[in-house]
């Protein structure tokens, strides 16, 4: 059982605190290609995950389907483009392994 940090709040509730050190509760480990690639299930995953479907609805329904590609749906799916390359190095993680 891991111990659980406290700290007393200024009008005197005793607040609990997850220790720092905890790893995540769920992870997956892929190696390929003398590389460990780590995929660590939480908000930034789930964010980029919907920002990638999102970006492929558009491209499909807007672009291909429709056949139109105006400024404003390129800067949608760059934006999107964006908001994936910030949120997946939070999610997945790559080591060297020796």
């Not at 480990?29 to 995929?39: A, C, E, I, Y």
């Not at 939480?42 to 389907?65: C, D, K, P, R």
């Amino acid at each position: 059982m891991t111990e659980q940090l406290t700290a007393q709040c200024p009008c005197g509730e005793t607040i609990h605190i997850t220790d720092p050190d905890d790893g995540p509760e769920v992870e997956v480990d892929v190696v390929l290609f003398n590389r460990k690639f780590r995929f660590v299930p939480n908000v930034h995953a789930i964010l980029s995950v919907s920002a990638l479907v999102v970006m492929a609805m558009l491209i499909y329904t807007e672009m291909i389907h429709h056949g139109e590609a105006n400024p404003l749906t390129l800067a949608e799916v760059a934006h999107f483009a964006g908001w994936v390359y910030l949120e997946l190095p939070e999610a997945i993680f790559i080591e060297t392994l020796e």
